[in-house]
């Protein structure tokens, strides 16, 4: 018991180390809406049977409201809702420690990034609060979208810091990266409104993040080869690269008209 708690000790003070009280409240802030997502997304799958006194009053439309319902989604919460914040917390600690071994920084500028992405997962809370009703994307969804940008925060960091020592392998900016994601998302819709869409409706949303993703894979990639054969800068010929994929952004247009 002490191990485990000496362990989230060392998580939860993580976070102290790389950020300064600012941007440590932020993530408790976003933590909580991990917390709330998390306690959403466990209360979906909960169904509560209605208990019908048909045999005691001659009509069926007579039912029992499951006062077991609000007892079990408030034990529900009281657990998931501290679990994730903390949770979510210790993980912002661990992104943050990574970032600064990759970095050599005290307080690592993609923290800052890192943090903002945590007000992500109010989303749904949020949207429950104002409509009453649950968001599109699910917190499952949430998780995976907010991954993946961390990986790729996590992997720019990592090629600045080892090419440090090599400045034409220097990874362009997080700014055209963010383009280039941009321009892949164009791709996957243009193939929703496509005649192909019928193949890509039934997820809609992995068909923009998959296209987003995949053209970021192929242009990082692709633009690297070129720049370590032809030893140019590798910065240079990104930034080239994507002016070229700039006709992508027409695809959806093309599609509609």
Same mark, same amino acid.
């Given at each position: 018991m002490r191990e485990i708690e000496r362990g989230l000790g060392g998580l939860l003070s993580a976070g102290d180390r790389v950020a300064g009280g600012w941007w440590r409240a932020l993530a408790w802030f976003g933590s909580l809406g991990l917390g709330l997502s998390l306690f959403m997304l466990l209360a979906r799958g909960i169904?509560? +049977?209605?208990?019908?006194?048909?045999? @005691? @009053?001659?009509? !069926?439309?007579?039912?029992?409201? $499951? +006062?077991?319902?609000?007892?079990?989604?408030?034990i529900l919460a009281i657990a998931a809702v501290p679990f994730g914040t903390i949770l979510g917390y210790a993980i912002w600690g661990c992104l943050g420690t990574w970032f600064q071994k990759a970095q050599s920084a005290s307080e690592p500028p993609y923290i800052r990034?890192?943090? @903002?992405?945590?007000? *992500?997962?109010?989303?749904?809370?949020?949207?429950?609060? @104002?409509?009453?009703?649950?968001?599109?994307?699910? =917190?499952?969804?949430?998780? *995976?979208?907010?991954?993946l940008v961390n990986m790729i925060l996590l992997g720019h960091a990592?090629?600045?810091?080892?090419?440090r020592?090599? !400045?034409?392998?220097? $990874? &362009? $900016?997080?700014?055209?990266?963010?383009?280039? =994601?941009?321009?892949? =998302?164009?791709?996957?819709? !243009? /193939?929703? *409104? !496509? $005649?192909?869409?019928?193949?890509?409706?039934? =997820? &809609?949303?992995?068909?923009?993040?998959?296209?987003?993703?995949?053209? *970021? /894979?192929l242009w990082m990639g692709g633009t690297f080869l070129w720049a370590r054969n032809s030893l140019k800068s590798w910065e240079v010929l990104a930034g080239k690269a994507a002016i070229a994929l700039l006709p992508l952004s027409v695809l959806p247009l093309l599609e509609l008209f």
């Open positions: 169904h509560f +049977e209605y208990h019908s006194f048909e045999d @005691i @009053i001659a009509t !069926s439309a007579f039912q029992l409201y $499951p +006062e077991q319902q609000d007892w079990w989604l408030y990034l890192a943090t @903002i992405l945590y007000l *992500v997962w109010w989303v749904d809370p949020l949207t429950f609060l @104002i409509s009453h009703h649950f968001a599109t994307l699910s =917190a499952y969804d949430l998780g *995976v979208a907010f991954t990592w090629l600045q810091g080892q090419c020592s090599k !400045s034409q392998l220097a $990874p &362009p $900016p997080l700014s055209l990266l963010a383009a280039v =994601a941009v321009l892949g =998302a164009f791709v996957g819709i !243009s /193939l929703l *409104v !496509s $005649p192909l869409g019928t193949w890509f409706l039934g =997820a &809609p949303i992995w068909t923009v993040l998959g296209s987003a993703l995949g053209t *970021v /894979l």
